[in-house]
């Protein structure tokens, strides 16, 4: 690992070359042109952001930084870049160029991705410093950060943390983030709460969220998914790509798809479909838990065997499982499907999504009910997914509030499977149904006073192929703190570019 310094960020980046076979067909991105044709997403009108680690340290003064790609290569032709950071790249980065090229390349699953802002990681990290959250450049939708790092002291990692996670929760702006290449204490930023934390079909990455502070603590579900890959650097922009396709869906549907928006400044219109916490639920739900890779040796296969079973419902090496595009459209494209409580009757369509703006009993419901009825023997698949709220001022206090996720067999009146972690902001069913039983999907507020707080939850249904593993009954115990801070400029080790 070569290591850099500049501004106390322990920074890595984790790439290994592209000379893999195709990885299409295992993300189930070829079946998905098989249905769309020429109208498969692109990416198109997604505006996005490259956070890359210079690959030669500060204190080689005359070459640093070097972060950006080759954007002469005709992989980017037609593509615009810009570069807000304050220092300019010196040089080209091997690392930056595959990454971009998984991300947002002419031969990639995202090829109408056309404006680019590059950043040194260092920079991009502290321009999120400010008392409010500022609007991303040219209203930016996605990010990805296939870097990992380590800031000097606890307390500048955890306002790291808390910046990362209020501009999600602000500007919907998506942050797919790269776990390390196997077992480290990197909390920059796969511990931050609102991001999508990736790792490798093979496991081989970190696991778990690192402790930083009360609030920031360890043993949270890392990563959320895996793609098939070997390395993170190479898996994470796949990841953002597929987020970039289920984005322009969302949008691009509108109305048609969701059942409100909001207007956010410096993004526009943005829909229910294609807020951040819906797309990490879809990325989630449509993730596959056994998979037959051809582009990589590496398979899932005792998804939450023995010892692998988290309190969240998914497996502490593979988080949902592996990426699978056309899982995740079908969720977006199946539309959103309001509660029993807020107006839905309906049975709930084979796949889709919620979102409830206004959850947690204060003055709204603290349970959210959706009707199941299965007619044969199918899988349930199904994310819930909320953020923790960061105030929009200096004070970076933190709110997360707990929420359960439940499936009740109404033809048995008893629950029959039940996720209730006290330290995730997500939570997740992978269960059977029986044919001819009749269900209802539960949202429960677990927090003891009401609230109002937003939650998206994610669904598809197919015929069963083999009974899922059950989930355990949850035993952690979550303990909220508010925090606060005064985050100076300081210096950073940033670890460098390590090439696995």
Not at 174 to 203: C, E, F, H, K, W
Request: charged share 20%.
């Amino acid at each position: 690992m070569r290591a850099t310094k500049r501004l106390g960020l322990g920074l890595a980046s984790l790439w290994c070359g592209l000379a893999q076979a195709d990885y299409r067909d295992d993300i189930g991105y070829r079946q998905l042109q098989q249905l769309l044709g020429s109208a498969v997403p692109t990416g198109a009108g997604v505006n996005v952001v490259l956070a890359e680690a210079s690959t030669v340290p500060q204190s080689d003064k005359l070459r640093y930084p070097v972060f950006a790609p080759n954007t002469g290569q005709t992989r980017f032709a037609g593509k615009t870049f810009s570069y807000p950071g304050p220092l300019a790249s010196t040089g080209i980065s091997d690392h930056a160029t595959g990454v971009a090229a998984m991300f947002f390349g002419n031969d990639s699953i995202a090829p109408g991705i056309a404006n680019i802002a590059v950043y040194n990681a260092d920079d991009w990290l502290h321009g999120l410093v400010a008392a409010s959250a500022e609007a991303p450049l040219a209203g930016a939708r996605i990010a990805n950060h296939s870097w990992i790092g380590r800031a000097d002291s606890e307390t500048d990692i955890g306002a790291y943390l808390r910046l990362a996670d209020r501009i999600v929760q602000r500007y919907e702006f998506i942050q797919v983030v790269g776990m390390d290449n196997g077992p480290s204490d990197s909390p920059l930023l796969g511990s931050a709460y609102n991001t999508i934390a990736v790792g490798r079909s093979d496991g081989g990455h970190d696991r778990g969220s690192d402790r930083v502070d009360s609030v920031y603590g360890g043993g949270r579900t890392r990563p959320d998914l895996v793609a098939p890959r070997s390395t993170t650097s190479g898996a994470t922009p796949m990841v953002a790509a597929a987020a970039a396709l289920l984005v322009e869906t969302g949008h691009s549907g509108a109305g048609n798809l969701s059942n409100a928006a909001q207007m956010i400044a410096g993004i526009g219109q943005v829909y229910n479909a294609e807020r951040a916490e819906t797309v990490k639920a879809a990325l989630m739900a449509g993730a596959e838990r056994t998979t037959d890779n051809t582009s990589t040796a590496a398979n899932l296969a005792d998804y939450r065997s023995a010892g692998h079973q988290t309190a969240n419902g998914l497996d502490d090496r593979f988080g949902a499982g592996q990426l699978n595009v056309f899982n995740s459209y079908r969720i977006i494209a199946g539309g959103e499907q309001d509660s029993i409580e807020d107006g839905g009757n309906a049975e709930l369509r084979p796949a889709g999504f919620d979102v409830d703006d206004a959850f947690g009993g204060l003055n709204s419901n603290r349970s959210a009910s959706y009707k199941i009825t299965a007619l044969k023997d199918l899988q349930l698949s199904a994310a819930l997914v909320w953020n923790i709220g960061v105030a929009d001022d200096s004070s970076l206090a933190t709110v997360l509030y707990d929420l359960d996720l439940e499936l009740f067999d109404t033809t048995l009146q008893r629950t029959v499977g039940l996720s209730d972690s006290r330290v995730d902001n997500s939570e997740h069913l992978w269960l059977a149904l029986r044919g001819g039983h009749a269900y209802e999907l539960r949202v429960v507020a677990a927090t003891a006073g009401d609230f109002v707080w937003d939650y998206a939850l994610a669904w598809r249904m197919e015929p069963l192929a083999a009974a899922p593993v059950p989930l355990p009954a949850s035993a952690f115990l979550f303990s909220g703190a508010l925090f606060g801070f005064a985050l100076s400029r300081r210096r950073v080790r940033l670890n460098g570019v390590s090439r696995v």
